[in-house]
């Protein structure tokens, strides 16, 4: 393992290299405070959980890693199933030693979190899964579905522009947005157009097509960590459906229903989402 530094944003990120790949990730706060660890949604990184990193105060040791294939951070060398995402999970969490953490995932990361949770539950001390993604049961998610099922038809030359399309992106925003705040609306499609020059076909397809033949909400059973869920009352990608179907098979789970709330809540409303959170880490 290889760590340096590197200035960006009047902030100190990181690197390491995980199994011969490059590996981005952002670290802050006193090690001898209680430790966070967020994982974001994919495609995504860290830049998208600043403004929620920062509403959670200066009473926590944040650790965000970059997954695989996002922000910079290389794909890895074998294929980019949810298995492979936990198993690199629990390799980068050793190499930045994170013991007795709170595991926070949003979206996709929520996908890892549950897994890793259930995998390795002596290593967390509370989970948390915002918005999660436990099954495809949505309009939207099928319509994005048709997307990648094009994709892995097209050749090698043309997957990558179209899947990183601009129009599409931004048409997603505005339908999986709630916020009414347009200065807000405007950053967070910024986001996601930067994001597109991290695109990786193959890596995106193998990834989504495992999504839509999995469900993890028979995971609930097996689930032994003191877990907080929260779900957006309007989200239209992982459904309020989905996340009550999880939650009553589950023991020791809290769940949250923010009303109005869409599926990407930490971007849209991150005060809200940390002081939720913080309060029941409190209770």
């Known amino acids: 393992m290889v760590a340096f530094f590197i200035s960006m944003k009047n902030t100190e990120h990181k690197e390491i290299i995980i199994n011969g790949r490059k590996v981005l990730y952002f670290e802050r706060g006193n090690p001898a405070h ?3 660890v967020l994982l974001h949604g994919y495609p995504g990184s860290y830049e ?3 403004d929620f990193a920062d509403a959670l105060g200066s009473n ?4 965000i890693p ?3 294939s996002c922000g910079g951070s290389e794909p890895m060398n074998q294929a980019h199933t949810l298995e492979h995402f936990t198993a690199w999970l629990g390799v980068f969490l050793q190499e930045v030693q994170a ?18 949770a259930v995998r390795w539950p002596k290593e967390i001390k509370r989970l948390v899964l915002i918005t999660p993604v436990l099954k495809a049961d949505s309009v939207f998610v099928y319509v994005v579905l048709l997307k990648y099922k094009i994709a892995k038809l097209l050749p090698a030359s043309a997957k990558k522009a179209f899947l990183a399309s601009k129009l599409y992106e931004y048409m997603a925003c ?6 009414r705040n347009p200065r807000l609306r405007k950053e967070i499609i910024g986001r996601g157009f930067g994001e597109l020059v991290n695109v990786y ?9 495992e999504f839509y033949q999995s469900d993890l909400t028979v995971l609930a059973k097996k689930l032994a960590v003191p877990t907080l869920v929260m779900a957006g009352s309007k989200d239209q990608v992982a459904t309020v459906a989905s996340v009550k179907l999880f939650t009553r098979a589950a023991k020791n789970i809290s769940l949250k229903i923010i009303t109005g709330a869409g599926h990407l809540v930490p971007f849209e409303r991150p005060r809200a989402v940390a002081n939720l959170i913080k309060a029941w880490l409190n209770r």
């Open 60 to 63: 926590f040791h944040i650790i």
């Open 48 to 50: 998208h959980l600043m």
């Open 174 to 179: 505005k339908i999986v947005l709630q916020s």
């Open 66 to 68: 970059n997954f695989p």
């Open 201 to 209: 076909p193959d890596v995106h397809i193998e990834l989504f097509e």
């Open 99 to 116: 013991r007795n953490f709170v595991l926070v995932g949003h979206s996709f990361g929520s996908r890892v979190a549950l897994s890793y």
């Open 34 to 36: 209680s430790t966070m």
